[in-house]
């Protein structure tokens, strides 16, 4: 197979960097048996009828993305570690950058004040307990709800690779790449088609009849 046959131009400006605002205004393509329809999510109540299901996933972003040192004697590298799984109570599986810096054994200091390793309150450690390419294993030095406070407060939002390689990451990130239904933690990446719904459609969507479910499905960086 020929596969740069499947290769088409995509101009950079068409490629949003943002969510669209109100996020019910994204665009949404409604299949029918015979023809096709360019409408907006807002308009999703008029295809629903009583009685029917909205299976929403309630899974809420963490700030997977961790910036760091590597501390090995005087030379010291600069590491960016995205959590992918959790693997214990003090264990991550992550992506790092750049994994040919790290060994077994290496300690990496992330937080804001890793560079000048004065103060330990702001920075978190992990050991690398083995690492595969650019994938290694953590082992953090707290763990539980504790090292779950320090990832809420360190880390920043995995953006797409498509956006972060574009802009840096900011506050409004961390509301942007949240769903309305976000209550359980533990995704690495937002559930994106949850992401344009607002508390006004649910509003109408319940008022067509239809029920909403919610389910939890941490999406992980496969996605």
């Not at 961790?66 to 570690?81: D, Q, S």
């Not at 790290?102 to 450690?125: H, T």
Request: charged share 30%; glycine share 8%.
């Amino acid at each position: 197979m020929r596969v740069d046959l499947f290769d088409f131009d995509l101009p950079q400006e068409r490629i949003a960097l943002r969510p669209a605002e109100p996020r019910d205004s994204a665009r949404m393509l409604v299949v029918r048996p015979d023809a096709l329809e360019d409408r907006y999510v807002r308009d999703l109540p008029q295809f629903l009828r009583p009685g029917d299901v909205l299976v929403v996933n309630d899974t809420r972003v963490i700030p997977a993305r961790l910036n760091g040192i590597r501390v090995r004697g005087e030379n010291v590298a600069r590491i960016e570690a995205t959590l992918i799984k959790r693997e214990g109570s003090n264990l991550w599986r992550a992506l790092a950058k750049p994994g040919k810096r790290l060994a077994a054994g290496d300690r990496i200091r992330f937080g804001e004040a890793s560079e000048s390793m004065a103060c330990l309150l702001a920075a978190l450690d992990a050991d690398v307990v083995e690492r595969n390419e650019g994938e290694v294993l953590l082992a953090f030095h707290i763990d539980g709800a504790a090292l779950d406070e320090a990832i809420e407060r360190l880390g920043h939002m995995p953006l797409p690779p498509y956006i972060a390689a574009r802009r840096a990451d900011d506050d409004k990130d961390s509301r942007d790449y949240q769903t309305i239904f976000a209550r359980e933690a533990g995704a690495v990446a937002a559930p994106t088609a949850g992401l344009h719904f607002t508390e006004d459609l649910l509003g109408a969507i319940e008022a067509r009849g239809a029920r909403i479910h919610r389910v939890t499905l941490h999406v992980g960086a496969g996605t």
